[in-house]
Nanobody
Framework: QVQLVESGGGLVQAGGSLRLSCAAS????????MAWYRQAPGKQRELVAS???????NYSDSVKGRFTISADLANKMVYLQMNGLKPEDTAVYYC????????????WGQGTQVTVSA
């Protein structure tokens, strides 16, 4: 059974930094793509950043230049370095991955809370 487990969330002041980690485990043959999403209270879940197995990255306009996504696929890890955090970045952050087992399936982590105080 495949699992994604996030860590690294917390409370930080505006302008500060956090690094989120996502560890994948289970019967994994490979990754097609991995991503970070977030959901603020009362809002829809939105894509923050994504990375393909070929290291192509994509960022939402709201985080471009401040956040960096990276992956260590050999160790089944994906990271989100968040710098210059703003109160509007406050949300639950979810790890997402298209994982190859016997087929390709999309998995989600349980989420980690990021709170940025003004």
């Amino acid at each position: 059974q495949v699992q994604l487990v996030e860590s690294g969330g917390g409370l930080v002041q505006a302008g500060g930094s956090l690094r989120l980690s996502c560890a994948a485990s289970g019967n994994i043959r490979g990754f097609s793509a991995m991503a970070w999403y977030r959901q603020a209270p009362g809002k829809q879940r939105e894509l923050v950043a994504s990375i393909t197995s070929g290291d192509t990255t994509n960022y939402s306009d709201s985080v471009k230049g401040r956040f960096t996504i990276s992956a260590d696929l050999a160790n089944k890890m994906v990271y989100l370095q968040m710098n210059g955090l703003k109160p509007e970045d406050t949300a639950v952050y979810y790890c997402n991955a298209d994982i190859i087992t016997n087929w390709v399936h999309t998995y989600w982590g349980q989420g980690t809370q990021v709170t940025v105080s003004a």
